[in-house]
């Protein structure tokens, strides 16, 4: 068997450490804007929930309790637009990225088959395919969504074709027109789509749509699977708590290796799950404190002379000063702030950097001074 180092790649957040210990020692403490992690309190209505659920001894089950799938599903076809769901169009999931990292092995992916996802993207994308020791095949995006029949992207041999709408870490956001298309294209050549949509509440100058949609999927969810967080929309991130919605005999399937697995969301974090989605009124309140901090941080940003691209959804700014993306971390870390290199996400990143709205309204407010001062 191959060492671990030959099948993975270098985890990249270890080579910001050095860059972290400069921001630290700025004189007003680090504003760490690097990291999409959540740091305002999870609503109470959810603590409530999990709270009353915490006598629970018993095991959980991998497909979820009866209320947690009436949730999936009525929030699915609320928010989603998805038509004529059943029980066996979702599948609670133990956060995201554990699905991302292990999709491909789950789906029985090995040597000779291709997982294809954008070449700007999540690194777990190439992560689960190393995992599964598949090949894997970065494309354009922008090339691909403009015509998926015409791209460079050669079917042959692609098993599973993700997409990320909005996308980490540009922002960009995939028009119905072209989720259209790259559908149809998937489905022309027996491609199994996953979408990851975990930032689809999260639009800020363009209306997210899923794969899920008539419009997009033709009322048919046959070859198509979107991915869903409550991460990002109500502060979950330590609850890993995530779900998938679409094709009711993919996921079956999944559903069937999961329970071999024991991968199972916990019994708590299950009806924790039921009061998120049950209730709109904190997600709006969140968007609202996301809202500020991008607008504070975009103009400062802008004015300290950065060029912003995309942009238009997620929790990010993607963000350049036409140099390397690593000579703009240096600087911004003399300021005691820290981002992430662009070219964590794919080389097509290498003069970009990502800066992340998860930071308290007190440390933006200390990186906006910052950025307008330049000290």
Same mark, same amino acid.
């Given at each position: ?20 210990? $400069? ?6 403490? %680090? ?5 999409? $992690?959540? +740091? ?24 979820? $309790? ?27 999931? +133990? ?41 894997? *095949?970065?494309?354009? %995006? ?10 460079? /992207? ?18 960009? +956001? ?34 997210? *749509? ?19 967080? /409550? ?20 996921? @079956? ?8 697995? @024991? ?14 989605? @049950? ?39 993607? *963000? ?11 600087? /911004?870390?003399?300021?005691? %702030? /820290? ?24 440390? *933006? ?11």
């Amino acid at each position: 068997m191959s060492a671990v180092s030959d099948r993975l790649p270098t985890f990249p957040w270890d080579k910001l450490e050095p860059y972290k210990k $400069t921001a630290a020692a700025h004189e007003g403490g %680090i504003v760490d804007l690097s990291v999409g $992690t959540p +740091v305002d309190p999870v609503p109470e209505l959810i603590q409530k929930a999990l709270i009353a659920a915490a006598d629970s001894p018993g095991y959980p089950t991998v497909w979820g $309790t009866p209320e947690l799938r009436d949730a999936l599903v009525g929030w699915s076809e609320r928010r989603l637009g998805a038509r004529g769901f059943t029980h066996h169009n979702v599948l609670p999931i +133990v956060g995201s990225k554990e699905l991302v990292a292990w999709l491909p092995t789950q789906l029985g992916l090995g040597p000779g088959d291709k997982v294809a996802y954008p070449r700007l993207a999540y690194p777990t994308y190439e992560v689960g395919a190393r995992l599964a020791r598949a090949d894997h *095949v970065a494309y354009d %995006i922008e090339t691909f969504a403009a015509d998926a029949a015409g791209t460079e /992207l050669d079917p042959t041999g692609i098993k599973l074709l993700w997409l990320n709408s909005p996308s980490n870490p540009t922002g960009r +956001v995939l028009s119905k027109d072209e989720l259209t298309r790259i559908v149809a294209w998937a489905r022309e050549h027996g491609i199994l789509v996953f979408s990851d949509e975990c930032y689809i509440e999260l639009g800020w100058e363009a209306d997210p *749509v899923s794969v899920l949609h008539p419009d997009v999927c033709g009322g048919s969810y046959e070859g198509i699977v979107s991915v869903h967080s /409550l991460s990002k929309r109500s502060n979950l991130a330590g609850y890993r708590a995530a779900f998938l919605a679409g094709d009711a005999a993919v996921l @079956g399937d999944l559903l069937q290796i999961r329970k071999h697995g @024991g991968m199972m969301t916990s019994a708590p974090t299950q009806a924790a799950v039921v009061a998120a989605l @049950g209730d709109d009124e904190h997600v709006q309140e969140q968007r609202g404190r996301y809202a500020a901090r991008r607008a504070a941080l975009r103009d400062a940003l802008v004015q300290h002379g950065f060029r912003v691209e995309h942009s238009e959804a997620s929790l990010y700014l993607w *963000v350049t000063r036409d140099e390397s993306c690593w000579d703009t971390v240096a600087h /911004l870390a003399e300021l005691g %702030i /820290l981002v992430a290199p662009g070219d964590f996400y794919g080389p097509a990143g290498d003069r970009f950097v990502r800066v992340a709205l998860t930071a308290s309204d007190e440390r *933006v407010a200390a990186a906006v001074e910052r950025l307008s001062r330049g000290a």
